[in-house]
């Protein structure tokens, strides 16, 4: 008979979580659509582009809405659970209210998991061709930037023509090895400058050692020599860092196994740490939200206003939403570290869950 329950129990939270998804997708679906019209209402393209656009785009927004997701279905449940008199059942088979929240939580956890490590690989992969595809119609295709492999590379616009910097190593705001080409409107080469070292932390990017070497329209090329030289860039070091902040282009696999590759690949420790560790405290998020949602629901067996809970679930969810900003701003402004403002919130929730749930199971 235990068995049975424990099947009827998870199939109908599962039911339900699914059923939650699809609204959240639906109302997602309807908002971004209208995001992606906008932005191709002046480009030649027909409605099936956005379209597409936009079911790449939505597995990435369920996977991080999913702890709100998670605790609005597991209030939805608990409450049907509760007022059809299935949680008066469960007592009398000798099921308490610790075990069901525990069965409930822990199947959250094991969803968190399933969700780092199967689905991410899949939604990651999604987005990055989102991305890509969007590249290709924006107006800013002009200005590239990428870090690869091969260290940093840029092309950028020019009065005169087209500026091609490219870096072998990038340390912070330091990049070392450095050679720029300068090219007129039919990619002819004007000049070139090379440089064992330089400071992009502003605008006016400072090298060393500088070599440049001049070429006149008949192809002869004269080389100077100078111990600095400055060039003014569209680009500085924030900017091209916030430019590869977006993390839900790689899957948590891809963090894990590529960690060293992408630091020496010019990506932050910081900004690496960070983004691991987000990753990392889904499982533990996903448990902490059925608690929420178990301590507001299984202190009675008494039927209830569905409507009230409808209200605290959505200040709820506000609330922790704003929790998590407040920690990460606190990280952003170095006054705790970034990895730790991501388990801020979790620590805090679950310990305030913590004593929730031993009050309920004493009822």
Sequence with gaps: ???????????????????????????????????????????????????????????????????????????????????????????????????????????????????????????????????????????????????????????????????????????????????????????????????????????????ENVTITLIDENGVSRETFENQYEITSKYDYNSIKSLFRNFDTMSFLDLVLNYDELKNRGYNKITLDHNLNTKLSLPFFLFIMTSLASILTLHTLRKSNNFSFIVAGIIGCVSIYYFKDLSLALGQTDRVSLSLSVWIPVITIGLFSSVGILQINEK
Excluded: H
Aim: charged share 20%; with cysteine.
């Design 1 to 207: 008979m235990n068995k049975i329950l424990f099947k009827y129990l998870l199939y109908n939270y599962f039911k339900t979580i699914f059923k939650v998804i699809l609204i959240f997708y639906a109302f997602g679906v309807m908002l971004n659509l209208f995001e992606e019209i906008e932005f191709f209402k002046n480009l030649d393209t027909s409605l099936t582009i956005p379209i597409s656009l936009t079911a790449l785009f939505m597995p990435n927004m369920i996977v991080k809405l999913f702890p709100f997701i998670i605790f609005i279905s597991s209030l939805w449940f608990l409450l049907s659970f509760r007022n059809n008199r299935d949680l008066l059942t469960f007592k009398i088979f000798g099921y308490s209210n610790f075990k069901i929240f525990f069965s409930l939580a822990f199947s959250s956890f094991l969803i968190g998991w399933l969700i780092l490590i199967c689905i991410t690989p899949f939604t990651s992969s999604l987005l990055k061709y989102y991305e890509q595809t969007k590249a290709e119609y924006s107006k800013d295709i002009d200005y590239l930037v990428t870090i690869n492999k091969n260290g940093l590379w840029i092309k950028e616009n020019l009065d005169t023509g087209y500026r091609i910097i490219s870096a072998d190593k990038t340390r912070d705001s330091s990049i070392e090895n450095i050679m720029i080409y300068n090219l007129d409107y039919n990619f002819n080469l004007l000049k070139k400058i090379t440089s064992s070292s330089g400071d992009i932390s502003t605008n006016k990017w400072k090298f």
